[in-house]
């Protein structure tokens, strides 16, 4: 009787959670129950947060590790969302984006909408200047100095920016331009604090 009323529960939150073993299932509907009694919509932060898209759906069935076949459609989806600069242009003002970057600011209930920070500075040593800094992503210390000032590598960052997992499906760098985290030109400005010759990233 109790398995049924779990597996009822979990077929209207995911799919998936039939598919696996009992005691699997079992925790995922207590983990999702605690999420639902503990998170409390308050201004902006309302209850859809607990929501998983399918990429994210996928990659927690997997583990982060889906099989590749899937890995490349979901990519080929999110690559999709990532809309380029209307005048073609991907740098902004590296000074900004310098602010941006060490920025975590934003997206918490009591914040109002937009003017978020990127908080780059949580996952990755971005300049010397720095008094500290995450080391869960790469360090991106002279980025466009290593890789080359290129118009085909600011497109990269730009899109890298806009929705990391393009590139690698269960990336944990947040989707920033397709969420609607950052601007279009936020993501200009932190497009040229990586890749401007003068930015301190690269000096
Ligand atoms: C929660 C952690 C996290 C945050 C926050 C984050 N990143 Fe990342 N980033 C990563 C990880 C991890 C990678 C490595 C590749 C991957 O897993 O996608 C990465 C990769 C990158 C790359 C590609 C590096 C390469 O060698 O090609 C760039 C560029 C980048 N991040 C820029 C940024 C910028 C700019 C910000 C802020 C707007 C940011 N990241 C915020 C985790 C993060």
New binding site residues.
């Given amino acids: 009787m109790k398995t049924k009323i779990l597996c009822g529960t979990l077929v209207a939150v995911s799919l998936a959670g039939c598919a696996t073993t009992k005691d699997e299932a079992a925790y995922r509907a207590e983990a999702d129950a605690a999420l639902k009694r503990d998170f409390h919509a308050r201004g902006i932060a309302t209850m859809d947060r607990l929501d998983q898209d399918e990429l994210q759906r996928i990659c927690t069935q997997y583990r982060d590790n889906p099989p590749f076949e899937v890995q490349q459609r979901l990519e080929a989806v999110q690559q999709k969302t990532i809309k380029l600069p209307a005048d073609g242009k991907y740098m902004g003002d590296w000074r900004s984006g310098a602010r941006?970057?060490e920025s975590g600011r934003g997206v918490t209930w009591s914040d109002k909408a937009g003017n978020n920070g990127?908080?780059?500075y949580?996952?990755?040593q971005l300049s010397a200047q720095q008094t500290s800094f995450?080391t869960?992503?790469?360090s991106?210390l002279q980025?466009g100095k290593a890789r080359g000032y290129t118009i085909e590598n600011q497109k990269?960052?730009y899109e890298?920016?806009y929705n990391?997992k393009a590139?690698?499906t269960c990336?944990?760098?947040?989707r920033?331009g397709t969420s609607g985290t950052?601007t279009e030109s936020q993501i200009k400005d932190?497009v040229a604090y990586?890749m401007d010759p003068n930015s301190p990233v690269n000096r």
Avoid: D
Wanted: proline share 7%; hydrophobic share 45%.
């Fill in positions: 941006i970057a990127g908080s780059c949580n996952c990755h995450g869960l992503g790469p991106l980025f990269y960052v890298r920016i990391s590139f690698n990336s944990t760098m947040p920033f950052l932190l990586l």
